[in-house]
């Protein structure tokens, strides 16, 4: 038996598509049932939430391997995960962690997500950690100046990243879930190319037959605002704006070979992603 949590996340609906593929025994942690509308029927729904410790007692009862995704900031919630997971008798976890928990010095950022798998770590339970770079999905946060102005705020200028699609993420995830051999590993993972932001939104702007400016952000704050349009605690505020600000300085971009090794394929494309996700863009203004 396998526990999923964030499950009706990018990642996490993939994640659950997968193993209901390869016919995993699998249960999902949700606080809202409607949110897991559209899942395999198959998934096994718990109610619950990693604020509340004794919801995760019933959701952790048989299970063997645990899928950690931790929203937010802070460690609370991988301290309730790990209590219950050792409580149930959990043999192998596996964490889904940040490329920026390896950096040196380690950024804000990245320092959750260390402190969060010491905590694994020190609880004894074999674990395997997946480091992803930037996510595809990251182009989502571009949809409220793109639908109200037509363009797009670049943070980060020159610098360069391989992002990830999230479902490449997923079928990791399911192979380090469902075969053995993946205890202590710790994977990055990203994608096979490295853009500038500008070289991605040429590449959405042709998959959606639109030109999209792209704007360079004027004030830290105003990249804060970008991707928290309502607003957020200051501790994360001042962690997005070190974390551009590394990315700016990156003009390289890291890439890795692991999704090529673990699935036996090249990692899936942007041009890829934004062609199947055009439809969630605004296409061309009309006449």
């Not at 997971?85 to 804000?108: E, N, T, W």
Request: aromatic share 6%; hydrophobic share 45%; charged share 25%.
């Amino acid at each position: 038996m396998l526990l999923v949590t964030g499950a009706t996340g990018h990642i996490g609906r993939e994640l659950v598509r997968e193993l209901d593929v390869r016919g995993a025994t699998f249960r999902i942690l949700v606080r809202d049932p409607a949110r897991a509308a559209g899942l395999p029927e198959r998934a096994e729904r718990v109610v619950g939430d990693l604020d509340a410790p004794a919801t995760l007692t019933t959701a952790l009862d048989g299970a063997e391997r645990l899928f950690l995704l931790v929203p937010g900031i802070g460690i609370e919630h991988t301290e309730h995960a790990i209590a219950a997971a050792k409580a149930a008798g959990v043999r192998h976890v596996v964490y889904l962690s940040s490329y920026a928990a390896i950096g040196d010095p380690i950024p804000a950022m990245g320092r959750w997500h260390h402190e969060r798998e010491q905590l694994i770590r020190a609880c004894g339970i074999p674990a395997t950690f997946l480091r992803p770079c930037g996510f595809m999905t990251n182009a989502f946060d571009w949809l409220p100046t793109l639908r109200e102005r037509g363009y797009v705020l670049d943070p980060v200028g020159p610098g360069r990243a391989a992002p990830i699609d999230p479902a490449d993420i997923a079928a990791v995830a399911a192979v380090t879930l469902t075969e053995d051999g993946h205890e202590g590993e710790e994977y990055l993972l990203t994608g096979g190319e490295a853009f500038t932001v500008a070289d991605q939104v040429q590449i959405l702007a042709k998959a959606i037959g639109r030109d999209i400016e792209v704007r360079t952000v004027a004030t830290p704050a105003e990249a804060v605002r970008f991707r928290y349009p309502h607003g957020a605690p200051q501790a994360l505020a001042d962690a997005l704006v070190e974390g551009l600000t590394l990315m700016r300085a990156d003009t390289a971009g890291v890439r890795s070979d692991t999704v090529r090794r673990l699935l036996g394929r090249e990692p899936r494309t942007f041009a890829d992603w934004c062609a199947r996700n055009a439809h969630v863009f605004p296409g061309p203004p009309t006449a």
